[in-house]
């Protein structure tokens, strides 16, 4: 995880204030009495047919073969060498490439990575859905960085298959608008790509052992959180799998965060008090707000960024569409079936800690009670991105109490 993926959020706050200052089945069978009695014969076991449409595989290709000893030797110069990361096992990725939704709905091919620990023949791993955190370049996808230090692999390196989606806008499908902070799409990249990963393990002797765990900090953290919540919307079969969901440092409650980046601005800005009031940029007129965009973009993106946003986020922000906000962005006001155990700090001023409160008090007012949490980051300070190796202990120490066959 890199100084690059944390800022996004902060970094639209700042430069709106910038801006605005400047304008199976079974059967048997026996012989009569008397007869010698034939042992059973098993029912053939009946294979699913693969999926067609969103979900459906098609492509896939081994990109590289991580030893162990790379992956240790990338964790000791990090300082994670006795942090509690043990490599185990040489990792061997695989790009897929699988179909899904874009942020209109329409079918896009996307891709990403599965990390594969060499194991034994026929031993068995959990699954583990890691969600990666902002990105701005194409080259660090995870399936485009199949690296010693790529989490995905390291995570893998730890008995792991991990299932790691690029997103669309980056991978098979550059170019495309990368759907930040829109929930549908957002969600369609992991639990396609979930769907399309089970189809290449039938395919290629992938054993895993039934049981499945989902992760990722900042943007990941909400990907994780709208994939979660659209599993258990649609009644997935993948539930029957999911034993605990680790969203860290996410976005969940996205009025919730903006409105605690613009409060931060106001305290950093007093000047700008006014200029922030979200009425407004309501009725700064719909030519006015779009110019506004622009320049926004302009500034949020690095200079050497080849991504492509899709706007709408923005866009409902500077209409001050509280509804739009809420139906198409937030993923906090639900209540989950399945552990899910958040974690955040407290200092984070690029996604406040407000956001994932806020989730916590939604989820138990529905009556998830002890099914969910929230647990705080205590480094100091407690920070987006110096929460980042507490969010991976505790991460590892949720999956640890309950995983099997690492």
Partial sequence: ????????????????????????????????????????????????????????????????????????????????????????????????????????????????????PVKAAGAKSPVLGYQHATIFRDAEAPSNNATPSELSVVLASLGFVVVAPDYVGYGASKGRPHPYLLSGPSAAAVTDFLTAAATWRRHNAVADNGQLFLTGYSEGGYVTMAAHRALQAAGSGLLAGLHVVVPGGGPYDVQATLDGILDMVRDEVPVLGALLDPGLLRHLGSSLRRELREELLKRLLPEDADVVLDTRFIDFFLADDVQAIARISSVHEWKPEVPVRMFHGRDDRTVPYNSASSTLYHMQSRGAGDLVSLTDCTAVPASHLGCVPGYLLFMLSQFAAVARDL
């Fill in 1 to 116: 995880m890199t100084t690059r993926t944390a800022s996004l959020l902060t970094r639209f706050a700042l430069m709106l204030a910038l801006a605005l200052s400047l304008g199976a089945c079974g059967g048997g069978g026996g012989g009569g009495e008397g007869a010698p009695t034939e042992p059973e014969t098993p029912p053939p076991q009946v294979q699913p047919a693969d999926p067609t449409g969103p979900g459906e595989l098609k492509s896939s290709s081994m990109i590289a073969e991580i030893p162990a000893a790379e992956i240790v030797k990338v964790l000791n110069g990090a300082g994670f060498g006795s942090a509690g990361f043990m490599p185990r096992y040489a990792v061997r990725a695989h790009r897929l490439e699988y179909l899904t939704t874009d942020a209109d709905g329409q079918p896009v091919q996307a891709s990403g990575l599965v990390a594969v």
